[in-house]
Every structure is written in C-alpha cells, then in structure tokens.
C-alpha cells in the first residue's frame, strides 16, 4: 500500500482492525479508545463523529483538537521500522497508534502505554 492510499484511507476501515487484535488478546474496546483519545486529544464523542463519518486518517489526524505531547515517547519498532525514525508527519502518527496498539495486544499496562 502506497502512502497516499493509506493517508486516503478511512480510519473507520482500519478501526475495526486494531479492536480485534485488541480483544483476540483480552482487551477492549474502551481500552482502544482511551489510547486513541489520549493519543489525539478527542473526546468520544468526536472519535464516533469520525468513525461516522469515515474520515480518512490525514483528516483525523489534522482535527486532532490536542496531540498528546507524550506521544514523542513513543519509541520502538512496528513493521520493521522504528517509530521514532519516521520522518514524515502523518505517517508517524499512524506508527505512534500502530504501536500503541500493538502494546495493548502484548499485554502491556494502560499506565505503560499511555507513559504515565
């Protein structure tokens, strides 16, 4: 998949995704969403807005009302590739959530992930 056709591509398609390796591993959807609201700074109402709406992820990750600024601490490797070395914004971005998910599906604590 190109970059474009991820940037282009409905963040609701991808959505379901991350809650069933989440849940495959005993984790929940209210887990996911706090990940994501802390990561973007959206409050659920505005994360279902989106889900809703299908916005693609260049638009969710544009309306993000307050990007954690923890979320530089995230650091490691999610498709071979280390988080902290993505040079294009929006694309680390989406490794940031990548990786936040993958935590969860590893078993990692909330408190871990959310670097508290």
Not at 4 to 33: C, N, Q
Not at 54 to 63: I, W
Request: proline letters at 4%; aromatic letters at 8%.
């Amino acid at each position: 998949m190109t970059k474009h056709r991820i940037y282009t591509t409905s963040f609701a398609s991808v959505y379901p995704h991350y809650l069933a390796k989440a849940e495959k591993k005993g984790r929940s959807k209210a887990e996911v969403d706090e990940i994501i609201r802390w990561l973007t700074g959206f409050s659920q109402e505005e994360l279902d807005s989106h889900l809703a709406m299908k916005s693609d992820f260049e638009t969710f990750f544009a309306q993000a009302p307050k990007p954690n600024p923890a979320r530089t601490r995230i650091t490691g490797l999610i498709c071979g590739v280390r988080v902290e070395d993505v040079a294009e914004p929006l694309m680390r971005e989406i490794r940031y959530l990548d990786k936040l998910i993958d935590e969860l599906a590893k078993g990692k604590a909330m408190e871990k992930i959310l670097r508290g």
